[in-house]
């Protein structure tokens, strides 16, 4: 495993006449944000930035991608342990969307180092420097929860490599030239035999490969309670880290509504006795997981994008086996 590194890579990819990647003019199109406009929002200051999305949390959105559509799920928020109000609920939610995702990777790229250590706060930071001095490979397993997507821009910033398993890498996107690298591992919908025998290499090699644990969709996939209700998870993750020995550490981030930034680097799932059959050592793995999941959706519930939620809402015993729809 390689320490954290100070080079810098950085490749763009095709672009249109107005200098806009396919993938972002995509983005750009479904929010009905011009190239030229989000540009411009891109360089707004960031306090400015965080008080329009106060602004739109109380009902006066000055862009579009900051209205709010309120849903009312009684089970689930009889559940919430959440103590925030339900301005900086909302507040916290905008900050979780895509646009703001992008603008925070930009934000946190460009920033003066004393700014970014004042806005980013980091626990857990020890059990990823154990993995690395222990030669493992690192899975660090996020989730649709908050701006997961800040979580490899923060640590390349801070100068390490990892290899991001996304259909896009936003990083390339958005220009960005970070300390460390950030290398794509290109997923299409499904966790597929060529992206798993990529991250399977990786992790031999003791690489750090960023991904999400809360996936619905593939073959590898089983049904577990959450929150009180049926839904899929992918077993990717599960079966990556025994055959690899790789550390697993699930991570989250969140933002709250001043735009303070938290990343949380938890310790390591359990891979369970060798002895033990691999089907129930994953299940344990991924019911530690689900529990995670379930206490961050309780306690932050504005971190909750809006997307996750319409998933949450889902039945997904109608559909296949699996869980795919």
Same mark, same amino acid.
């Given at each position: 495993?390689?320490?954290?590194?100070?080079?810098? #890579?950085?490749?763009?990819?095709? #672009?249109? +006449?107005?200098?806009?990647?396919?993938?972002?003019?995509?983005?750009?199109?479904?929010?009905?944000?011009?190239?030229?406009?989000? =540009?411009?929002?891109?360089? =707004?200051?960031?306090? #400015?930035?965080?008080? *329009?999305?106060?602004?739109?949390?109380? /009902?006066?959105?000055?862009?579009?991608?900051?209205?709010?559509?309120?849903?009312?799920?009684?089970?689930?928020? +009889?559940?919430?342990?959440?103590?925030?109000?339900?301005?900086?609920? +909302?507040?916290?939610?905008?900050?979780?969307?895509?646009?703001?995702?992008?603008?925070?990777?930009?934000?946190? $790229?460009?920033?003066? #180092?004393?700014?970014?250590?004042?806005?980013?706060?980091?626990?857990?930071?020890?059990?990823?420097?154990?993995?690395?001095?222990? =030669?493992?490979?690192?899975?660090?397993?996020?989730?649709?929860?908050?701006?997961?997507?800040?979580?490899?821009?923060?640590?390349?910033?801070?100068?390490?490599?990892?290899?991001?398993?996304?259909?896009?890498?936003?990083?390339?996107?958005?220009?960005?030239?970070?300390?460390?690298?950030?290398?794509?591992?290109?997923?299409?919908?499904?966790?597929?035999?060529?992206?798993?025998?990529?991250?399977? $290499?990786?992790?031999? *090699?003791?690489?750090?490969?960023?991904?999400? /644990?809360?996936?619905?969709?593939?073959?590898?996939?089983?049904?577990?309670? %959450?929150?009180?209700?049926?839904?899929?998870?992918?077993?990717?993750?599960?079966?990556?880290? !025994?055959?690899?020995?790789?550390?697993?550490?699930?991570?989250?981030?969140?933002?709250?509504?001043? /735009?303070?930034?938290?990343?949380?680097?938890?310790?390591?799932?359990?891979?369970?006795?060798?002895?033990?059959? $691999?089907?129930?050592?994953?299940? =344990?793995?991924?019911?530690?997981?689900?529990?995670?999941?379930?206490?961050?959706?309780?306690?932050?519930?504005?971190?909750?994008?809006?997307?996750?939620?319409? !998933? %949450?809402?889902?039945?997904?015993?109608?559909?296949?086996?699996?869980?795919?729809?």
């Amino acid at each position: 495993m390689k320490e954290p590194s100070r080079t810098t #890579e950085v490749s763009v990819a095709d #672009e249109d +006449a107005s200098g806009t990647s396919p993938d972002l003019a995509r983005i750009l199109k479904k929010f009905a944000i011009s190239p030229a406009d989000f =540009k411009t929002f891109l360089e =707004k200051p960031y306090d #400015e930035v965080f008080t *329009a999305i106060r602004a739109a949390a109380a /009902g006066r959105p000055s862009y579009p991608f900051m209205a709010q559509r309120h849903h009312t799920r009684p089970k689930l928020e +009889a559940m919430v342990s959440d103590v925030a109000t339900e301005e900086q609920i +909302a507040a916290r939610r905008i900050a979780a969307n895509r646009i703001m995702s992008l603008y925070l990777m930009h934000g946190f $790229t460009l920033m003066p #180092e004393q700014e970014f250590k004042r806005r980013l706060s980091i626990s857990g930071l020890d059990h990823l420097q154990e993995a690395v001095r222990d =030669k493992r490979g690192v899975i660090l397993l996020n989730s649709h929860f908050g701006p997961g997507r800040l979580i490899p821009v923060i640590l390349a910033r801070m100068g390490w490599d990892l290899a991001h398993v996304s259909p896009i890498v936003e990083q390339t996107m958005l220009k960005l030239s970070l300390p460390g690298k950030v290398s794509h591992i290109a997923l299409g919908k499904n966790f597929n035999l060529r992206v798993l025998a990529e991250i399977r $290499t990786r992790l031999l *090699a003791g690489e750090i490969v960023h991904s999400t /644990g809360d996936g619905m969709n593939g073959n590898a996939t089983a049904e577990y309670r %959450f929150l009180g209700k049926s839904r899929p998870f992918t077993m990717s993750f599960g079966h990556l880290a !025994l055959s690899t020995g790789a550390a697993c550490l699930p991570v989250f981030v969140r933002s709250d509504e001043l /735009g303070a930034v938290r990343l949380e680097i938890c310790p390591p799932l359990d891979l369970g006795a060798k002895n033990t059959p $691999t089907p129930d050592r994953i299940a =344990k793995m991924i019911d530690h997981y689900v529990d995670l999941l379930e206490q961050h959706w309780l306690a932050d519930f504005g971190n909750v994008p809006t997307h996750s939620l319409g !998933l %949450f809402d889902r039945d997904y015993t109608r559909g296949s086996a699996t869980g795919t729809s």
